[in-house]
């Protein structure tokens, strides 16, 4: 593989403009049951995660064997995610973690670099 002379070291967001720092917020979990209590938690979080002014982005991945979930938050600070982390509707969700999944693990991270050939954007 040929490496990248030109990387870019820094995100922009939707508008282009460049963005001083992007938190990563990943939910990895193996679901279990869901019910219709947790189909409706879990949109109203959506929607309220992404009325935050700090959102960036969200993106799924599955892995291969289907087994275990991603769900990644992208913020432009860390304000966004505590707002998010003291929603009515997350708390309740976080209480009852156990009843819609059989494991998971939360991963929060501070993207220092993203680059690549200019024909992706992400997040």
């Known amino acids: 593989m040929e490496k990248d002379s030109n990387p870019v070291f820094f995100l922009k967001s939707q ?14 979990f193996e679901p279990g049951e869901y ?3 947790f189909h409706q938690l879990d ?8 009325e935050l002014s700090g959102f960036v982005s969200v993106h799924r991945w599955v892995s291969p064997d289907g087994r275990l979930k991603n769900s990644i938050y992208f913020f432009q600070d860390m304000e966004s995610v ?3 982390a003291k929603f009515p509707q997350h708390l309740v969700a976080k209480r009852e973690v156990k009843r819609w999944y059989k494991s998971y693990q939360i991963l929060i991270t501070e993207v220092v670099a993203s680059y690549g050939d200019g024909n992706l954007v992400y997040p």
Do not use: N, P, R, W
Request: hydrophobic content about 35%; aromatic content about 8%.
């Open 35 to 37: 019910d219709e209590e």
């Open 15 to 28: 508008e282009g403009s460049l963005m001083g720092k992007t938190i990563s917020c990943q939910f990895v």
């Open 43 to 50: 949109g109203q979080i959506d929607l309220f995660a992404s």
């Open 82 to 84: 505590k707002e998010l």
